[in-house]
């Protein structure tokens, strides 16, 4: 099988639009349309299902995805064996992140990775989804490795954590509650909140802590980006939570949660199936050097 078509089978895959796995790839789109339809022709199914405005995956193409990454990890893995150390890593390397964060300087350890092994194609992505999202990437191989807000116990996946965030209220400092001390979450079930959307580590956490509380909210407004959040509580769109580390604008009040302790942790992931490739230990080791604790998030 084809090497250069796996590449551009992945490509399509991680992209899901022809137009930029071709620029990726630095070929011609019909080059790349022609590779991928000698792959299906090669295996005798259908990977991809094409229109004039979206790409998607068949199911055959969804099953193939991990098999075709695999391979090239074991031709990369196979040339390690015979090639001198100065030749370098090659390959690719695909990062999840989360929005806005900035405790993992992910721009200056993506620089010293491409410095160190530029023959590895390194790709950032971010889900809609959130950890729920990032952690399926995973899973499914569409990313080696992602920062997810939860620390999560999965025997598929493993779990560095790297820093706890408590969550207290956030509340505009006209807002009845800016006057007290502490809150519980019964105070705060009459009230709209500020919230990130479903799939989202805190949104999940908070949901489950009124869950068990057998209590219910009310989210009139979801935000993907949480550092947006404190800017529509300002404008009494409704209260909000937000990490104790978070700094408080001008115009708002944070106050304390009483009777609950709400929190959640920063952690890198990986699959625990997959035997990890030599980019993936490259970038881990990278990584501690690139955490700063004393960053809000």
């Not at 796996?6 to 895959?13: G, P, Q, R």
């Amino acid at each position: 099988m084809d090497q250069r078509r796996l590449e551009y089978f992945i490509a399509v895959a991680e992209e899901m639009n022809f137009t930029r796995a071709a620029q990726r790839l630095h070929v011609t789109q019909s080059t790349l349309s022609a590779g991928i339809k000698a792959l299906e022709s090669d295996l005798r199914v259908e990977l991809v299902t094409r229109s004039t405005r979206s790409v998607q995956l068949t199911e055959a193409g969804s099953a193939f995805l991990p098999e075709a990454r695999a391979a090239l990890e074991a031709l990369d893995r196979a040339r390690a064996t015979v090639e001198p150390v100065s030749a370098g890593l090659r390959g690719s390397l695909t990062v999840g992140m989360l929005t806005s964060m900035t405790v993992v300087d992910v721009p200056a350890l993506a620089g010293d990775f491409h410095r160190r092994h530029p023959g590895v194609r390194l790709r950032v992505a971010m889900s809609q989804r959130g950890t729920a999202g990032l952690v399926e990437d995973v899973k499914e191989s569409r990313a080696d490795v992602a920062f997810v807000g939860r620390r999560l116990r999965d025997e598929h996946l493993n779990v560095m954590p790297i820093k706890d965030f408590e969550l207290q209220l956030l509340v505009a400092e006209d807002h009845p509650l800016s006057r007290r001390d502490a809150v519980r979450l019964a105070d705060l079930a009459s009230e709209p909140f500020v919230e990130m959307p479903i799939g989202f580590c805190q949104r999940e956490l908070v949901d489950e802590a009124f869950a068990r509380a057998e209590l219910t909210r009310q989210v009139l407004v979801e935000v993907s980006d949480i550092t947006t959040i404190p800017q529509y509580v300002m404008r009494g769109l409704g209260v909000a939570f937000q990490p104790k580390t978070f700094p408080v604008h001008p115009g708002l009040r944070a106050v304390a949660l009483q009777g609950t302790g709400l929190s959640w942790t920063l952690c890198v992931i990986s699959s625990a199936k997959r035997k990890p490739t030599r980019a993936l230990h490259a970038f881990m080791d990278l990584l501690p050097r690139h955490i700063h604790h004393e960053r809000a998030f």
